[in-house]
């Protein structure tokens, strides 16, 4: 499966790239979904120590997409997977708080993973310039309500109903590096009860 292609939009909106070995002592892969398909073909891209200071975190994904044994036999010095990003965040933010300056950094998956670790990421201190990004699978978006600040996971369509305060959101290309999160704004706030159909634009 290739790389997502995204329409170009609003600067704030994340630009992903595809993953490349680079020279370090140590590599951290975190992905989610057909996120372990961009780890295999990065992997294949290394040479032969690579795996050797590898750790690997993966998550099935939210589409119910699970290529655990694939992922697992790549043969990382450490492998591990966890139900989902919650269950793993704990053990993400220990492996960051830990690493070593120049410690190589690459997610695959979709964007709700990978923001979340690259705020995790920035927060541990590591630079921006050692984590490289790569977008596979599903387009299913995290979304921050504007008016409450819950925030949504996995949100399919447009609009959508905040699963917090029930407001019925517009969602933005506006994207929040801190929050790893969409921003959604209140669709009907001039015309309450107005609100358009929803139309499915994340799968």
Not at 42 to 64: E, H, Q, T
Not at 135 to 140: D, F, W
């Amino acid at each position: 499966m290739t790389k997502t292609q995204f329409e170009p939009s609003i600067r704030s909106r994340p630009v992903y790239g595809e993953l490349a070995p680079r020279p370090a002592l140590a590599h951290l892969l975190v992905a989610d979904g057909e996120g372990g398909e961009a780890l295999a073909d990065l992997v294949a891209k290394a040479d032969a120590g690579f795996l050797a200071n590898a750790r690997i975190v993966y998550v099935p994904g939210a589409n119910g997409t699970d290529l655990t044994d694939k992922v697992r036999a790549l043969g990382a010095a450490q492998f591990h997977r966890s139900p989902s990003y919650t269950a793993a965040a704990p053990r993400l933010k220990k492996v960051l708080a830990d690493a070593h300056m120049g410690t190589q950094i690459y997610l695959a998956g979709t964007e709700g993973l990978i923001g979340q670790v690259v705020a995790e990421a920035l927060a541990a201190g590591l630079p921006l310039s050692g984590i490289q990004t790569e977008h596979r699978g599903s387009t299913v978006r995290r979304v921050q309500c504007v008016h409450c600040k819950g925030i949504t996971e996995n949100v399919r369509t447009d609009p959508f109903q905040c699963s917090h305060c029930g407001l019925h959101l517009f969602v933005r290309d506006h994207y929040s590096v801190r929050l790893a999160a969409f921003q959604g704004v209140c669709i009907d706030a001039e015309d309450p009860g107005v609100v358009p159909q929803a139309v499915e634009r994340f799968k």
